[in-house]
């Protein structure tokens, strides 16, 4: 603690020392949290929020006779709060008192309707106390107040289950699912209640259980298990053309592209006006892992022939966008090296097209003035610790010059975080999620941005939605995702002039702008670091450990032998991988690997590891443990050569044709370091070999980059610039 916060409080400032204390109790600093509240009460012993929160403190602590006596001393000055009787009734429960905690729960949900947690917990106090007629109608009753709760319908499905009432168990377990497709609890119990009903009974209703419960697997991309679950759907109703295009997106993802096509066709069949079906199908050849360039090549060629027959199909169709823009995509075209113009403006204009029909969205590029600033809007679904967000946004946040600028954020995530936090504190304007299409239009239209800035188009459904539209005279977007967006809405690529080559302009639909340096304005990140157990990993802590942090479907099949070169050339080197979700396709990489380097003639266990993903200090300490980083190929990663810059890792890359494969290259030419960089697979092997086997010259480039890497940060020149940019942009 400073001087300052040793000395005693003035009792004046009680609402600042509450807020220290709050802000103690946010970080979990739960000794320091009761020390500030302590204080309050000191000077004002009947401070109703300090009791409060005091008494939370402690519960959490597990001193619940201390707790209890500072909330029912809050509950004699306070008997309306809601918090207190929640926090009564939670000591009650700890106690084993359920029929008092029955009675302050009621208080806490009479005081505050929609009190949701409480009613949760109320209704199963008095299934325990009261039976299930009261647990019902208190359940009834908060459904009534709170439709949209996943955790109350499952409730209620549990109820329905308890007086065999099968049918609206089903139903009602449906509902949660829907609303929330994590809720495992509910699926667990779904799952049970379909295996044990009457098919013949509810075939129907059965059916669509399944493909409800196919639905909620599919979102935690356990794929094999909502496979199966549509299965079951198909079974009791095969002429569900639905079912069969969600039996179709799961069996694209698990790589078996003719299997889902012919899904998608039985769908066309059943349904001719299913559009996303067609959808579907027209980009079904869009792989992570193509067999090999050829095929990729094959690919590309039927992906161009299925759009095509999407637009002549789609055209004067009132398409409704909405329902399909973003599910299927050429994503994964990316991560080949090859020029990906002709197809991503083919499906830009298709997703342009399919946006306009069914939204009001004419009015919403009506420019509002700002106090005489030009209004910028940041739509993003990445306002959170996300390396978009540390990369790009929250640079733009903390040094745009607001005598110029008004800048806002439009977040499209429903995940918030200390940086979702920070974002609010530090905007001109700030509007949250979640919200429909047409919610985000009329949002974005009632403050009408002068431009509208896209960090990242092509990695979440809704941002490409909403970029797919006019909704302010200047849309850009920059390299959150190194790629052309394709869209006709979209005016200005901001990029960064170490980023790109020469002729750089003819692989954008948008107009290029090469901003000053790397084009950002990145602070740095201090890192915090747990020491890796290298054992419990698997990795042999005596010999080299070269990192492959990419990725999976970053590593194309074409740059397998760059690997097997370099693991055959350093004698003992651990080559190592990170499983990440989806795990199906860590999965296919590590047995195409495993093919790779059995012709090779070398023993793949000993020289690649496959380990989980790491919590973020233990993977730095990984780094800072490691003696080589290796850049994915075609596509480099400006995260994690970040991150291994910060750790002194040297990090070997090889400089691409496009934007999407200079990132560290870009980095390392900022640092005014090229001996890393290489220009071919040949080249690339050759400097990993050498950085792994001389340890004089790793030393060397190790003390180079924390020389030189301070450049890197806080770039205030390349906002200065994009500040001139968008002015200049404005005034045509």
Not at 355 to 366: I, K, P, Q
Not at 513 to 541: F, M, S, T
Not at 543 to 548: D, N, S, Y
Not at 669 to 674: C, E, I, V, Y
């Amino acid at each position: 603690m400073t001087k300052t916060e040793d000395s005693i409080p003035d009792p004046k400032s009680l609402e600042l020392i509450k807020k220290r204390g709050d802000d103690h109790l946010k970080r979990g600093e739960l000794g320091e949290a009761e020390r500030w509240y302590r204080l309050v009460l000191e000077s004002d012993p009947q401070h109703r929020h300090a009791l409060i929160n005091l008494g939370f403190v402690l519960k959490e602590q597990g001193r619940f006779r201390e707790s209890a006596e500072f909330i029912d001393r809050a509950l004699r000055v306070a008997s309306d709060d809601a918090d207190a009787h929640y926090l009564r009734a939670s000591l009650h429960q700890a106690e084993g008192t359920l029929d008092q905690a029955a009675i302050h729960l009621e208080r806490a949900v009479t005081l505050r309707p929609a009190f949701e947690i409480a009613y949760r917990e109320l209704v199963t106090a008095l299934f325990r106390t009261r039976g299930a007629g009261d647990a019902t109608r208190w359940c009834d009753h908060a459904l009534e107040r709170i439709p949209n709760s996943a955790e109350l319908h499952f409730y209620r499905s549990n109820l329905y289950k308890h007086a065999n009432a099968t049918g609206a168990a089903i139903a009602s377990a449906r509902t949660a699912l829907k609303l929330n497709p994590g809720l495992l609890a509910a699926r667990s119990s779904l799952s049970e209640l379909l295996a044990s009903a009457s098919s013949r009974e509810r075939g129907q209703e059965i059916a669509a259980g399944y493909a409800d419960l196919g639905l909620a697997y599919l979102s935690s991309l356990e794929f094999v298990a909502a496979r199966a679950a549509f299965e079951q759907a198909l079974a009791i109703a095969p002429r569900v053309a639905e079912y069969h295009y969600h039996l179709g997106t799961v069996l694209h993802v698990q790589q078996e592209v003719e299997a889902a096509i012919a899904s998608f066709d039985r769908a066309i069949v059943l349904d001719p006006d299913h559009a996303r079906a067609r959808w579907a199908k027209s980009l079904a050849y869009a792989s992570p892992f193509p067999e090999s360039p050829a095929g990729a090549e094959r690919a590309r060629i039927q992906i161009t022939a299925g759009l095509q027959v999407f637009s002549r199909w789609s055209d004067g169709r009132d398409l409704r966008g909405e329902h399909f823009v973003g599910f299927n995509s050429p994503f994964y075209l990316t991560y080949q090296e090859q020029d990906n113009r002709p197809i991503f403006e083919e499906y830009g204009s298709l997703c342009a097209r399919a946006m306009r029909y069914g939204l009001d969205w004419r009015h919403a590029s009506t420019t509002r003035k700002a106090a005489g600033r030009l209004r910028i809007g940041v739509v993003s679904a990445d306002i959170r610790e996300h390396s978009v967000w540390f990369a790009l946004i929250k640079g733009w946040l903390e040094h745009f010059d607001r005598r110029r600028f008004e800048i806002g954020i439009f977040s499209l995530s429903s995940t918030p975080d200390r940086e979702t936090e920070w974002a609010q504190s530090h905007a001109d304007f700030f509007v949250s999620g979640p919200k429909t299409v047409q919610q985000w239009v009329e949002s974005i239209s009632a403050l009408g941005p002068a431009v509208l800035i896209y960090p990242a188009i092509g990695m979440d459904i809704m941002t490409l939605q909403l970029a797919s539209l006019r909704l302010a005279p200047t849309q850009i977007t920059t390299w959150g995702h190194p790629e052309t967006s394709g869209l006709p809405t979209i005016d200005l690529y901001l990029s960064g002039e170490h980023f790109e080559p020469v002729d750089a302009q003819q692989y954008y639909s948008e107009k290029l702008v090469p901003l000053l340096n790397l084009g950002n304005c990145y602070k740095g990140r201090v890192q915090h670091v747990v020491e890796p157990d290298l054992n419990a990993l698997g990795i042999d802590p005596l010999r080299l450990i070269l990192i492959c942090s990419g990725t999976a479907f970053k590593y194309q099949i074409e740059h397998d032998r760059v690997l097997t070169q370099i693991a055959g050339q350093v004698d003992g080197s651990q080559l190592i991988f990170f499983r990440q979700r989806p795990e199906s396709l860590s999965d296919f990489l590590k047995a195409r690997l495993q093919r790779a380097f059995s012709q090779a003639g070398l023993d793949f266990h000993r020289h690649v590891k496959f380990i989980p993903t790491q919590p973020l200090q233990v993977f730095h300490g990984l780094l800072r443990r490691a003696h080589v980083a290796l850049d994915t190929i075609g596509f480099s990663g400006y995260n994690t050569a970040i991150q291994a810059i910060e750790s002194d890792l040297p990090l070997v890359t090889r400089e691409g044709r496009f934007l999407r494969g200079r990132l560290a290259s870009g980095i390392y030419r900022r640092l005014g370091m090229t001996e890393l960089i290489a220009q071919t697979n040949d080249e690339y092997v050759s400097v990993a070999v050498k950085l792994a086997n001389d340890s004089a010259f790793q030393q060397r480039i190790r003390a180079e980059v924390i020389r030189r890497r301070e450049i890197l940060y806080d770039d205030i020149a390349s906002i200065r610039h994009l500040e001139d940019v968008l002015e200049d942009h404005a005034k045509r």
